[in-house]
């Protein structure tokens, strides 16, 4: 069981950047997915989570109307698409995953509702 971040860098405000999530040795499609970061001398913090079908998104107010988060079954992968981008996004991106049939929208920013973690990706946004 694997997932595997990618895309972090280095952006100006006001740039974008899309992160992938991609994940092996399990049934993925079954899995609902959040993005969550950590920003130096902050906790973790949800960002947003998608269903195992792809069809409901939950997002956390500093982000909505920003980024977007999708998901590619055939390739595995979950997407963030991160537009408008603010220095105070700064952080470390985890995907994590958990599965989709114990997936509660109204908790989807808990941690301990995911099992299983990237090692994350850095994301840094100067002014």
């Known amino acids: 069981v694997q997932l595997v971040e990618s895309g972090g860098g280095l952006v100006q405000a006001g740039g974008s950047l899309r992160l992938s999530c991609t994940a092996s040795g399990f049934a993925f499609d079954m899995h609902a997915v959040g993005w969550f970061r950590q920003a130096p001398g902050k906790e973790r913090e949800g960002v947003a989570s998608?269903?195992?079908?792809?069809?409901?998104?939950y997002y956390a107010d500093s982000v909505k109307g920003r980024f977007t988060i999708s998901r590619d079954s055939a390739k595995n992968t979950v997407y963030l698409q991160m537009n408008s981008l603010k220095p105070e996004d700064t952080a470390v991106y985890y995907c994590?995953?958990?599965?989709?049939?114990?997936?509660?929208?109204?908790?989807?920013?808990?941690?301990?509702?995911?099992?299983?973690w990237g090692q994350g990706t850095q994301v840094t946004v100067s002014s």
């Open positions: 998608i269903s195992d079908s792809g069809d409901t998104a």
């Open positions: 994590a995953s958990t599965r989709g049939t114990l997936w509660e929208g109204s908790i989807w920013y808990r941690e301990v509702e995911y099992d299983f």
